[in-house]
Every structure is written in structure tokens, then in C-alpha cells.
């Protein structure tokens, strides 16, 4: 079972190489007449637009967004230029319910918006979009223009551009080369109508109806059918999350190893949680790969089994206790020791300053044992309210679960959270200064609440058309 953070990496990593996206300096006049989208566009990550009133920009309606507080809808030019840089595609937003259809041919008129998800304090990039729109139709039931093949000969193998020393660092001004660099070639598609055919699943649809697919299929591949993150020189340049501009209950439940056969299609877009974001009206059928969770060899007498196990901002309220204890016994044949990821407070994301976890870990270990599992003991040292990251009111920390059948913990006095442990030298032997305790006290920022729907997965505070 991913982590909830784990299936962020992607979006992380485009933060990172756009940190100093953050503030964007609009220079340009008021305003401009006779543009077209490939010029709204321009040949950077930031629109020479950007804060311009445009008038009668003409294209064809090829997405609508009718949920979240991201509604609007995605036209693009029916004559394109000959600049492989220049999107052809842009996002409207309208604030409430579109009211054109795709297939309509339409002129927008309105200001040239660069919008940060998230806010500008991520370091995301900015997707360039129009807002305070004036829509005329033209007329309706054109065809939509062909949608962009994304495949593996497509995206370049090389992730990113250096940034632009100028510009600490920035690769927000640097002129796109989608042929050389995959960053350059997604952002150069932003808005427009895209596809991906027969794309093999990455990870398991999440409960925010998202999942992620490559078009590289030998990209880092794993035998079980996913794909591995190498490092900041290996990125996986394949990988494109996939949302669905229709229903919730029409998206595909899939499995990682699984295919979505035939075609993928709809706007590309770019979002906080995803990086770029293939937003599907038109979606692949699933080929199941029948992929099953691994079961583990129950260790020995003489042999020592420890394992990791994330459970995902587990507080008493959940639903998903039994889950989680028969994955701890039946596929992970009852360890010896168990290092449990993410235990939330007693009363999960209530904020009023409980940072106690004993009820949530009793609560596992009561349904371990329900399972047929141990009665394992624990160990575990309660963090510093609201300051050791995760679901805001949430402190969630790790615990050691063991089986005092099997083994035992050495207790010494003086850990909390704010104490770092020391190593010293006993008779020979290391010896912790304080059993349990905390290496340091971690300083990383919140991570976003686990309530988020998908009705504010584009969300944008503040925001009004």
C-alpha cells in the first residue's frame, strides 16, 4: 500500500527544479488585440500575456471542468503555428459551470493569468490560463482538433534544462526545447489535447480518482509491473498523472502492472499534487495484470524478521484497522519487530493539542491479534504539537511495535522529542543515551490534509472569475 506522500514524488520534483517560480514580475502594457493562443502561449514557462487583457482569441472548446473550485474549460487554435514550443491550447477559468459545449467554436476575450497551484509559497510553476472571460460562440459541433500523441519516442530522455544562473536558478524565462528536455516537452503541450495509448499503470488508482501510467514502458521498470524512482539523474520522464473530467464513480479502478488499452485523451494540465496531469474525457479500458501483495517467508526459529509498514495518518476514527493487521499478519507473517509509519494522535485531526497516540496504536494492536497475529508491545516518543509535519492537527510519528515472545526493549530514561540521542561507549559496547528517542527533532512543513477530494484537487483559495 503507497503512501499517500509517496504518490506526490512526481509534483515534488517539478517544485524542486521550479522553486524560484514563486514570484512572477508582469512588465507587460495593458493590453493586446489580434493574439492568438500560440502567442498567449509564448515560447517560456511565464506568458509575455501575463497581465494583459486579450480580445477575440478564436479556438475550439476541448475539455470542460464542471467540479471543484477550478471550473472552466480548455480551447485551443484550429490553425496551429510551426513553433514546436508554443502550446495551441489554454484553460479558461470561469469559476462556476461552463456554460459552452466541447465542439464549440468560440472567441474569449479576457486577462492572461499565470497561476501557481497551490499557492506561491510551493515553488510550483505557474499554468498560464485566462480569467474574467468574456465567451462568445461562434458556432457549436466542430471537430476537435487531433489530439497530441504522447509515447515513449516523443519525451525526451533528459528531465530538465540547468536553471538560469541569471535568474537564480530559475528555468522560468529560459525558451522551451521540447525535443531535448521532457519538462520543456510537457509544458510545451500545456492546454491542449493530448492522448497516451495501451499506457501501463504505475500505481493503484488513489481516493482521490487519480493514477499514473508511463508511456515508457522500460523506463525503470520493476518486475511487478511499476515503476522505480531512480534519483534526481534518473528521473522517470514517462510517468503522466491521468484525472477524468467525468464522473467519480466512471474512473477506473486499476492495479499497478495494469494497461489502460486503447486511448487516453483530454487537456493537459498541471496540478500541486500530480505535476503534469493528462484530465481524461476520453479514458482507456483496463486490462487487469492480476497483480497480488506480495506474502513474505514466515522467519525461522533463530532467524530475527523486522519490517516497515506505512498506515497512512491511521487515527481511532478510521475504518481501515482490520486491513492494516491482516497485511501485518497474514503478508507479513507477524514480525518480530515492526517500524510503523504515520500513527496519528488519539483524535487524528482534531487541533486542540493532543499529541498522545495510545489509543490509535492499542487499537492496531487489538485487531493484530484479532487477526491471529502477537500481542506486540511498543515503544514510541510523542512529537511537539502541530510541529513534526503531516495532516495538520494530526502528529503523526513512527512506533516500534515487537513481540515480546521474540524479543525485548531496552529501556532508557530521558527521550522526547526535542532531545536528540547520543552513542556512547559502555564496556566496549555503543549504548544509546536515551531508549527511545529521536535522532533530530524533524523541522519539515505540513503535508497536506488527507480529507482532500476530488473536488479540490485544482482547488484555488481566494479565487473568483
Known amino acids: 500500500m503507497p503512501s499517500k506522500s509517496s504518490?506526490?514524488?512526481?509534483?515534488?520534483?517539478v517544485a524542486a527544479v521550479c522553486s524560484v517560480a514563486s514570484t512572477i514580475v508582469l512588465t507587460s502594457p495593458a493590453h493586446a488585440d489580434g493574439v492568438r493562443i500560440h502567442d498567449i502561449q509564448g515560447t517560456t514557462r511565464v506568458s509575455p500575456y501575463a497581465g494583459q487583457k486579450v480580445a477575440d482569441v478564436p479556438g475550439i472548446v476541448t475539455g470542460i471542468r464542471t467540479y471543484g473550485s477550478s471550473k472552466g474549460f480548455w480551447f485551443q487554435d484550429a490553425t496551429p503555428d510551426d513553433n514546436p514550443a508554443t502550446s495551441e491550447g489554454v484553460f479558461v477559468f470561469t469559476g462556476s459551470t461552463p456554460t459552452v459545449a466541447v465542439g464549440d467554436a468560440v472567441t474569449v476575450s479576457g486577462t492572461v493569468s499565470e497561476y501557481v497551484p497551490g499557492g506561491a509559497s510551493t515553488g510550483n510553476q505557474s499554468l498560464t490560463e485566462v480569467?474574467?472571460?468574456?465567451?462568445?460562440?461562434?458556432?457549436?459541433g466542430n471537430a476537435v482538433p487531433a489530439a497530441v500523441v504522447i509515447s515513449d519516442r516523443s519525451v525526451p530522455s533528459r528531465y530538465t534544462p540547468a536553471g538560469d544562473p541569471a535568474a537564480s536558478g530559475s528555468i522560468n524565462g529560459l525558451?522551451?526545447?521540447?525535443t531535448k528536455y521532457a519538462l520543456d516537452y510537457y509544458e510545451s503541450l500545456e492546454g491542449m489535447n493530448v492522448q497516451v495509448s495501451n499506457a501501463r499503470v504505475v500505481t493503484a488508482t488513489d481516493p482521490y480518482a487519480e493514477l499514473w501510467v508511463t508511456v515508457k514502458p522500460h523506463e525503470n521498470a520493476t518486475k511487478r509491473g511499476g515503476t522505480v524512482y531512480g534519483s534526481y539523474d534518473?528521473?522517470?520522464t514517462g510517468r503522466l498523472q491521468i484525472q477524468s473530467l467525468g464522473a467519480t464513480a466512471d474512473f477506473p479502478v486499476v492495479n499497478v502492472g495494469d494497461k489502460l488499452s486503447g486511448t487516453t485523451a483530454g487537456p493537459m494540465d498541471y496540478n500541486s499534487y500530480g505535476g503534469y496531469t493528462l484530465v481524461a474525457n476520453e479514458i482507456g479500458t483496463v486490462k487487469s495484470a492480476g497483480l497480488q501483495r506480495e506474502t513474505t517467508k514466515k522467519q525461522s526459529r533463530g532467524q530475527l524478521a523486522v519490517a516497515t509498514y506505512n498506515v497512512e495518518n491511521l487515527d481511532p476514527s478510521d475504518g481501515t484497522f482490520a486491513a492494516h493487521a491482516s497485511a501485518i499478519v497474514n503478508n507479513l507473517q507477524s514480525p518480530d519487530i515492526v517500524s510503523l509509519e504515520e500513527i496519528q494522535d488519539d483524535n487524528g485531526a482534531t487541533d486542540d493539542g493532543t499529541v498522545d497516540a495510545s489509543v490509535t496504536v492499542n487499537k492496531l494492536i487489538d485487531a493484530i491479534v484479532a487477526a491471529g497475529g502477537p500481542k506486540?508491545?511498543?515503544?514510541?516518543?510523542n512529537p511537539v504539537n502541530d510541529q513534526d509535519g503531516g495532516e495538520p492537527g494530526g502528529n503523526i510519528r513512527q512506533v516500534f511495535l515487537f513481540n515480546p515472545q521474540r524479543v525485548s526493549f531496552t529501556d532508557r530514561a530521558g527521550g522526547d522529542s526535542t532531545t536528540a540521542v547520543g552513542v556512547t561507549k559502555v564496556h566496549g559496547k555503543a549504548q544509546l543515551t536515551v531508549s527511545p528517542a529521536v535522532s533530530t527533532r524533524p523541522t519539515r512543513p505540513g503535508a497536506r490534509a488527507a480529507s482532500r477530494s476530488r473536488a479540490s484537487s485544482s482547488s484555488r483559495a481566494g479565487r473568483s472569475s
Open 234 to 236: 534518473s528521473q522517470n
Open 175 to 178: 525558451t522551451l526545447q521540447p
Open 131 to 140: 480569467t474574467k472571460a468574456t465567451v462568445t460562440v461562434v458556432s457549436k
Open 376 to 381: 506486540y508491545d511498543w515503544r514510541s516518543i
Open 7 to 13: 504518490a506526490r514524488l512526481a509534483a515534488l520534483t
